[in-house]
């Protein structure tokens, strides 16, 4: 590959499957681990080994045996299934606040970080304040007024989570715009949306990517503190951070019943968690 | 002077934008106040008196102006559940929350930046991993569930501390409150037994909230530490023998400060929040059991004005942090 003489480097080293996996383990694991939960929630139907929502009350609060792995819940429903399926909601619910937050978050960073002057004064004040309200709070104080529910929830996530977005977006624009490479595409001719979306968007979204994965650990946490306190989505659609709440009656005779989605939970978002740690090195070293 | 005047000038507009977000979401509540105060078998004239009474009817400007006056005079409105002022219900019980928000923040940071600065020293080594799988757990577990296995591990299995709650019954009465903080009150009166059984109900929820902030004080501690250690002067004072641990905290550590003091404030606040969760887990009679009570009750004004108290606290921490962090270290400004 020839070094073309850029003033900036626009994009990170393309890196192999391999090589990705022998520079930055955590990263390798934390993405096998986000794959495999997707998988899981794909073909929940064809895993689950029962129906989540079938009630077996002779069967109710069983511990953990050969039929019902991880012991039944306080209506005898398999809790392994309940599990298996409650990763339909989780990611479910990340997914919409991605498609809610990304779109906006970039786009502002952009307009912000390519425009500068007062169009950037204003959207950054506009950021900084959203920036810094309290997320947990909000998103329960929204829930409750506007009804519980899994696009409420996501809603309300998204209502504090763009601001990052476009903070990070706004800073790479601000380096970007000064780039021999912006300045050969206006010389082209190319201006407006399409020097916006088709020259500076490809060149922020990998930063952007990063910073969500970054995020996703935390909304999985805060989402399912929303369904704990019973402002998820409604049941018997099995949910973790409820089947806790549930667990909690029983919990110092049958904890496996709040234990086990726990620890679904805790899995998923170290995960995201493990994965975006491992993202971070790979782009900044000085991290490692 | 102007840099003063500029940080009073992005607090007061961070705040006004809080008001914005807790007044519109009492504008889409779909709960009607007039309905509230006059009662659902008021006549029509009693409920048209209501609304005239909360100005219901006025154009939505004149509402929100008078909104951020009634703030800004300390009244949140009255509380539908207890019917007291909902300013006068969290006077009462904000206390509880800070008591145990300022108890884990100080063992988070004392940890995390201990877990720093030891994984620092051998970057990539043994330690230096399992400290990072720490603060990553740390990072993923979710609260109110690490509550629950604490309580269910070290109250009910080990009988190590006492159970929920802040205070054991036959202590009840026995606490007079001069700060609302426990530990103190109990301290200030000599009074060993109820101090003990403070302590004994606050470790638990305590340990849940510190094990959460020390992840982002460890992680960050360790990482800014890492950056100053290729710098000139580190090397000069390598050069020069000073061992690996007192480089660590007598040289790099002061020039960290800054960054770490912002990120510990920044988890503080963190707290005050995620105190929500742990309070009920843990039947802690603080402000966010206040709020999740209030939300099963359908009390507005209570969820209302709760969030928007744990919203001012975040953030006023968080410019207090901004001036403080350039205090410590003078070359961010």
């Known amino acids: 590959m020839t070094n073309l003489p850029l003033s900036v480097p626009v994009a990170p080293n393309r890196l192999s499957l391999s090589k990705f996996a022998r520079r ?160 050969a595409a206006e010389m082209m001719g190319i201006t407006g949306p399409r020097l916006l979306f088709g020259h500076v968007l490809p060149l922020v979204l990998p930063g952007a990517i990063v910073r969500m994965a970054l995020d996703l650990g935390g909304i999985i946490l805060i989402a399912a503190g929303l369904g704990f306190l019973g402002l998820g989505v409604r049941p018997p659609t099995p949910e973790w951070g409820a089947m806790v709440a549930d667990g909690t009656q029983v919990i110092f005779d049958q904890w496996w019943v709040a234990a086990t989605p726990g620890a679904a939970i805790l899995l998923t978002s170290f995960a995201f968690n493990l994965l975006s740690d491992g993202l971070r090195d790979l782009m900044d070293p000085r991290n490692g | 002077m102007s840099a003063v005047a500029n940080w009073l000038v992005t607090l007061a507009i961070t705040l006004l934008g809080l008001m914005v977000v807790t007044f519109a979401l009492a504008e889409l509540s779909p709960a009607d106040p007039a309905l509230h105060l006059a009662g659902d078998k008021a006549t029509e004239a009693t409920y048209q008196a209501a609304r005239k009474t909360l100005g219901l009817d006025d154009p939505l400007p004149e509402r929100f102006v008078a909104y951020v006056g009634h703030v800004l005079t300390g009244n949140l409105g009255t509380s539908w559940s207890t019917n007291q002022p909902v300013a006068t219900d969290i006077v009462r019980v904000f206390p509880a929350t800070l008591e145990l928000a300022t108890v884990a923040i100080i063992a988070g940071a004392l940890i995390g930046v201990a877990l720093g600065v030891i994984a620092a020293l051998r970057p990539r080594g043994l330690i230096d991993g399992i400290v990072r799988i720490i603060s990553l757990i740390g990072y993923s577990v979710p609260i109110f569930w690490l509550g629950l296995l604490f309580l269910l591990l070290f109250y009910a299995k080990l009988h190590w501390t006492a159970g929920p709650g802040r205070l054991s019954d036959i202590y009840a009465y026995t606490v007079t409150p001069v700060t609302g903080f426990y530990l103190i009150d109990t301290a200030l009166w000599g009074e060993e037994g109820s101090f003990l059984d403070t302590l004994s109900h606050l470790v638990l929820p305590a340990s849940v909230l510190a094990i959460h902030s020390l992840a982002s004080i460890s992680r960050l501690t360790r990482a800014s530490l890492l950056g100053e250690l290729g710098k000139e002067y580190a090397v000069a004072a390598r050069a020069k023998g000073v061992g690996e641990v007192r480089l660590m905290l007598t040289h790099l550590l002061p020039n960290v400060a800054g960054t770490v003091l912002t990120v510990i404030a920044l988890a503080y606040a963190t707290l005050l929040e995620g105190a929500v969760l742990t309070e009920t887990v843990f039947g802690w009679p603080g402000l966010g059991r206040y709020m999740t009570t209030a939300i099963f009750a359908s009390d507005m004004p209570a969820v209302l004005g709760g969030t928007l108290v744990i919203g001012v606290c975040f953030v006023i921490v968080n410019a207090i942090t901004d001036i403080l962090a350039r205090i410590v270290d003078p070359r961010l400004s």
């Not at chain 1, 077996?56 to 399926?85: E, Q, V």
């Not at chain 1, 937050?101 to 390519?114: E, K, L, R």
């Open chain 1, 24 to 183: 930055s383990p955590s990263a390798a694991i934390g993405a096998a681990l986000v794959v495999l939960i997707l998988l899981v929630a794909l073909f929940a139907p064809w895993i689950a080994p029962y129906d989540p929502i079938a009630q077996d009350i002779a069967n109710r609060l069983m511990p953990p045996s050969a039929a019902h792995w991880f012991g039944t819940d306080s209506f005898g429903r398999d809790l392994l299934s309940r599990l298996i399926y409650g990763t339909r909601p989780t990611l479910m619910l990340l997914a919409i606040v991605i498609l809610l937050t990304t779109p906006v978050g970039i786009a502002i960073g952009i307009v912000a970080g390519f425009y500068g002057g007062m169009v950037e004064r204003i959207l950054m004040r506009i950021t900084d304040i959203a920036m810094a309200f309290p997320k947990l709070v909000l998103a329960l104080a929204f829930v409750a007024v506007l009804g519980a529910g899994l696009v409420n929830g996501a809603l309300a996530l998204a209502l504090t989570a763009w601001p990052a977005y476009a903070r990070q977006t706004r800073s790479e624009t601000v380096s970007l715009r000064k780039s021999d490479y912006l300045a």
